[in-house]
């Protein structure tokens, strides 16, 4: 398989990388049934599963501004991916408001 068959996923989240990373552990090898993966390897940055018929799972995590950066790749098990991130807290962007300027806005109704 190559990669262009391959889905990708992605999720903005309030949990830190590290704590991504272990719910995916937690997640992918805690359900047993025939959506099972056993950990094949990882790094401070992802984590690698297989799955039924050898098929490859990896979820990946880093700290974006102000967010972590999820991002899930696999063929089969992309339902999965998208179950795990509804576990994770999301990450709701906020619209900072700028105080008005009346000192401003009356020098241009004076004029």
Do not use: C, W
Not at 100 to 109: G, L, Q, W
């Amino acid at each position: 398989m190559n990669q262009t068959q391959r889905t990708l996923q992605e999720f903005k989240t309030t949990a830190a990388p590290a704590e991504v990373l272990e719910r995916a552990k937690k997640f992918f090898q805690g359900n047993l049934n025939i959506y099972s993966a056993f950990l094949e390897h990882e790094s401070a940055q992802h984590v690698a599963f297989r799955g039924q018929g050898g098929e490859e799972l990896i979820i990946a995590a880093r700290q974006e501004h102000g967010f972590t950066l999820v991002s899930g790749s696999t063929y089969l098990f992309d339902a999965q991916i998208a179950r795990f991130f509804t576990t994770l807290p999301a990450y709701e962007m906020t619209e900072m408001l700028l105080p008005h300027n009346r000192s401003a806005e009356a020098a241009v109704t004076h004029e």
